[in-house]
């Protein structure tokens, strides 16, 4: 029998709506805009946009956003691909001829094109009831009037600080009185405030083509970058057709390249084969087989995976249940294997919210990894996504002008008869597809409470820079049923501790058939589920 989680906090259960955000005052911000009206997809870019004001580690309006929305006029999913291109005047060839052999992290070359704003604009135009400018009054008036650091905002600025001293915009909006805030100290960002109001007066146009996209040109092409007005007047978000499998009879979707949601797919296709007893959850064994199936499928991301606009993804062999069983028979049982694939890190926010309609919004954004390039242009963080490209022309991820990197961003649902069932998703980096792997686990395999989905202890891999092997990160739950094991199998581990970030921030919304609402949210964040 599975062992139940005391959960910190209980499932919230509503049925008029739901909202479930990394920061409690973005969920407020949602809830209010459906309690007074408004649809999911209006709530979910209302709670995006002040999480682009108390987050500023994790998101910005300077990053890109991804959606994945249940139309119930239309009885069907749609995704949004709201990521953006790497500048025309960029080139691989370029950045070695300046000694890089990798992208860098900060500075103005991973600088891609910011594509959130547009998607926030695109969704609100075919789904939305609100204007733009209604829902970014509460980002607004948190910028102008301030809002109290949290614990975790605190800690991100005081280590970016070396980063934020470097440019004066970064200093004034992140260092008030020349020094890292304080947890719980009031933080204002006017610059920010200017560029939310010109968006709210002007829309997108004012951060692609007016004052904002100058301001952007501006502090890249002096810091040596490539972006020019008219990449930024070029970009436009869009619409894809979601990916789907199934595990166990439950329909999981996924967004397509270049997006690793076929990964996630394809990871759960491998495990599906794998008998799972009652008694399993933690166990050595299934993680060791969870493990070894991660390697292989992140192999064929490497493998494959980037803009399907400039190479051919074999989606349709990488989500085959007979690829699967192939990948899955090369698996030994009684010993780790050495993995290939590269890692990155990544600072996200994931939110998801279900109005009384039915409609489910299932959203990430991202600045990539934290306070992403470091610059700061109009008050906006300018994300780092293009450091995802590589400097190698034979790979599908290869850096070429007006191209999309490869994103680990992957917003889930799984649906079931035809509907909803699970909204969900998590940050986490390349680690997101093992996270929707252990959500998908514990709630169809285990019958966990959605609360004790998100909380229950959770495991990820990475090779840290140097060493030929993954590391397998483990919560304490965990590492006392199965350090010892997966040690003996060959796995390097290293036990973390309880609530790690690096666990990722989960949140995810339960739709039930009599229509009641259960929400979760990762005390490992900051957030909360509410509803009403």
């Not at 789907?244 to 967004?255: D, F, H, M, Q």
């Not at 022309?393 to 069932?421: C, F, Q, Y």
């Amino acid at each position: 029998m599975v062992r139940k989680v005391v959960t910190g906090r209980p499932t919230t259960r509503a049925t008029e709506g739901m909202v479930a955000t990394p920061h409690y005052l973005a969920t407020l911000a949602g809830l209010r805009v459906l309690q007074d009206g408004g649809n999911a997809v209006d709530a979910a870019v209302a709670a995006n946009a002040v999480l682009t004001v108390v987050y500023p580690h994790m998101c910005s309006l300077g990053g890109d956003a991804f959606f994945l929305i249940w139309e119930p006029r239309e009885q069907r999913l749609v995704g949004l691909n709201g990521s953006g291109r790497a500048p025309q005047g960029i080139s691989l060839a370029a950045l070695r001829d300046r000694g890089f052999r990798e992208v860098p992290a900060k500075g103005p070359w991973g600088v891609t094109v910011p594509g959130a704003v547009d998607a926030w604009a695109t969704v609100l135009a075919r789904y939305g009831t609100r204007d733009l400018a209604a829902l970014l009054e509460s980002a607004l008036r948190y910028a102008e009037e301030g809002f109290p650091v949290s614990p975790l905002l605190a800690r991100a600025i005081a280590a970016e600080e070396e980063i934020f001293r470097r440019q004066e915009a970064a200093t004034r909006q992140f260092l008030p009185g020349g020094r890292p805030p304080r947890s719980g100290q009031l933080l204002r960002q006017p610059d920010l405030a200017a560029s939310l109001r010109l968006i709210a007066e002007h829309g997108p146009e004012a951060f692609y083509r007016g004052p904002i996209a100058e301001a952007i040109v501006a502090v890249l092409r002096s810091a040596g970058g490539a972006m020019t007005l008219d990449d930024l007047a070029a970009h436009r978000s869009e619409w894809v057709e979601p990916l789907r499998s199934t595990y166990r009879g439950v329909e999981v979707i996924e967004l397509p390249p270049n997006t690793q949601g076929v990964t996630a797919l394809q990871l759960l296709n491998i495990v599906e084969g794998f008998p799972i007893g009652a008694d399993e959850w933690g166990s050595p064994r299934l993680l060791h087989l969870m493990l070894e199936a991660k390697k292989l499928a992140f192999a064929d991301r490497d493998r494959y995976l980037g803009d399907p606009a400039f190479v051919d993804v074999p989606v349709a062999r990488l989500l085959s249940k007979a690829y699967a069983a192939e990948l899955r028979s090369r698996i030994d049982p009684d010993r780790a294997s050495v993995p290939p694939p590269p890692q990155w890190d990544s600072d996200t926010i994931y939110l998801c919210v279900v109005d009384r309609d039915g409609r489910a919004v299932s959203l990430i954004q991202s600045i990539y990894q934290s306070f992403g390039s470091g610059l700061v242009a109009a008050g906006i963080v300018l994300h780092n996504r293009g450091a995802c490209f590589v400097l190698d022309e034979e790979s599908p991820n290869a850096l070429m002008p007006g191209k999309r990197p490869l994103h680990t961003l992957i917003p889930g649902m799984m649906v079931r008869d035809g509907r909803p069932w699970v909204v969900f998703g998590t940050m986490g980096g390349h680690s997101q597809p093992v996270i929707h792997l252990q959500l998908v686990n514990g709630l169809v395999d285990f019958g966990f409470e959605p609360q004790e989905a998100i909380e229950v202890a959770r495991w990820v891999s990475r090779r840290e820079p140097g060493e030929a092997g993954e590391t397998i990160y483990l919560e304490p739950e965990l590492a006392e049923r199965a350090a010892g094991e997966l040690a003996r199998l060959g796995h390097r581990v290293e036990i973390v501790e309880r609530w790690s970030s690096l666990m990722g921030h989960a949140h995810l919304i339960m739709i039930g058939d009599d229509g009641v609402l259960s929400g979760a949210s990762d005390p490992r964040a900051e957030g909360y589920a509410l509803g009403w």
